[in-house]
């Protein structure tokens, strides 16, 4: 299995957590897993600005650089423990800096962690809707800093509906003429338009696109382009993105012959991994067996390294 859009902060377990509490020194107010692991996941359904208040606590435990390397490793020993060949783990280095770490230290961190685990995988470095141009700037020159030592390229995360992706165009014109991999959350939680933006800033993959599936015209043009959706099903029903696993567009998607991706989005957040998403989209959306191989192939192709 393959993994291409797993976020580092939504992935800790319950055990990890206590960990990095205990290797940092930040209090938590439980330490019981099956307590902590309520308060990781999002039960039930809501916006995409309700899911990501779950990431206050993983976040909480990873403000240093060790850290950081602690999770990137712990992570990549899970899935590789899981088969998975190949996956990208993306953190924004700047929602790491609130006790004083540099960005740049928590990149390191994270490259260290990657290096030490036996997992063939990458880091994308998120740049942040709402963050300032400053910081978004900072975080693509430290994905070309890092390229070559895990850094594969980035990314734009965030409350999508209230930080329209258009506003990014000089953070994107930046990575595009450093010659960055990027890749985008859009149609998530806004329209069509922001799929496009997202494509004419450069994104060789699209993070979630869903609502791209209302546009026959964006449709061709994502299959014109080549370029690759990052299919999150879990977490899209959880958004509010899709009414259901079985209204998910994939199989629009693979209809009109869109190269998909299953991805599991956060492990934790939505309690999955992209092998579990695999099994729940396919029964939801009656998807034939063959397109398994399919979108595997479509996410070796498609991957950044
Ligand atoms: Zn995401």
New binding site residues.
Partial sequence: MIDL?L?LD?SLTPREVIELARLTGVTLPTYREEELFSLLTFDGRGTLNDYLTKFDLPLSVLQTAEGVEYAVRALCERLAEKKYEYAEI?FAPMLHTRRGASADDIVKGAVKGLRASRLEAGLLLCCMRGASNAENLGTVELAAKYRGEGVVGV?L?GAEALYPTENYREVFALASRLGLNVTI?AG?AAGADSVRAALDFGARRI??GVAAAGSEELLKRIVAENVLI?V?PT?NVQTGAVPSLSEHPIARFLERGVPVAICS??MTVSDTDARLEWTKVQAACRLPDTAYEKMLAAARLHRFS
């Fill in positions: 859009h976020h939504g993306r990314d995360a959350h998530e993070g979630h990052e999150c977490s989005d956060n």
